[in-house]
């Protein structure tokens, strides 16, 4: 199936640990995102890679840390994990825009509990 | 700067009435505009998208759009609600020439039987 696929789907870990998020898309898309979710719905982008470079670095704490191996992968790495990062985080896939106004697709989601 | 704001946080619809959901906008160049739609413990999946031409565009699962300049809205529209359009709704916006897409708060879709 072509798709955005996440692992894990649910993660459940203490405080201060340091987990990551792998996320991977065969859709042979080049550009690839993580937005954050939290518990009111509110969607929030955190990174963009464009062929395994950084484009979109918004103001999120640096222990959040992206790689990209690949331009068909994009995982995230979280350190000293804290209760407010509990949240659903989304991985997405697109075509750099060339002036398409290109869609989004998302991944199912990783639901991110800290306690 | 962009922007998109969803003034509704929920809308109730009964079944079978045509159902709206609105979203305004705020960009500085023209904008691109997009409609997803989430369903529980699910990801966004993308509905239908306004670029340029015609103001009313078509989407998945029979909802359509209507692009408004002058109003800076992009409302979302469909002439009958069934049941299992009950979800939770994103608008979001980017300006040409600017990567960053930016989502609305969400509306969340319940349509009554």
């Known amino acids: 199936d072509t798709a955005v696929s996440q692992t894990p789907k649910y993660l459940v870990t203490q405080m201060g640990n340091d987990k990551s998020i792998k996320c991977e898309q065969n859709?042979?898309?080049?550009?690839m995102y993580w937005y954050k979710q939290d518990s009111k719905k509110f969607l929030k982008i955190m990174f963009s890679?464009?062929?395994?470079?950084?484009?979109i670095n918004e103001t999120v704490p640096n222990r959040f840390s992206p790689k990209s191996p690949d331009k068909a992968h994009l995982n995230l790495h979280i350190n000293s994990l804290e209760l407010g990062d509990s949240a659903v985080y989304f991985c997405?896939?697109?075509?750099?825009?060339?002036?398409?106004?290109?869609?989004?697709?998302f991944g199912s989601g990783t639901r991110l509990t800290v306690v | 700067a962009q922007s998109v704001a969803q003034p509704e946080d929920q809308v109730n619809v009964a079944e079978g009435n045509p159902l709206t959901v609105k979203c305004t906008y705020s960009?500085?160049?023209?904008?691109?505009l997009f409609w997803y739609v989430q369903y529980p413990n699910r990801g966004l999946q993308f509905l239908l998208k306004?670029?340029?031409?015609?103001?009313l565009v078509k989407g998945s699962y029979g909802f359509e759009a209507e692009f408004n300049k002058s109003q800076t809205s992009f409302h979302l529209k469909k002439p009958s609600a069934l049941v299992s359009d009950s979800a939770l709704y994103f608008c979001?916006?980017?300006?040409?020439?600017?990567?960053?897409?930016?989502f609305g708060t969400g509306t969340k879709l319940q349509v009554i039987p």
């Open positions: 997405a896939s697109s075509l750099l825009d060339s002036g398409a106004g290109v869609g989004y697709t």
């Open positions: 859709l042979g898309h080049d550009t």
């Open positions: 890679y464009n062929n395994k470079e950084l484009i």
């Open positions: 960009v500085s160049g023209n904008p691109y």
């Open positions: 306004y670029i340029t031409g015609d103001n």
């Open positions: 979001a916006v980017r300006d040409t020439g600017y990567q960053k897409v930016t």
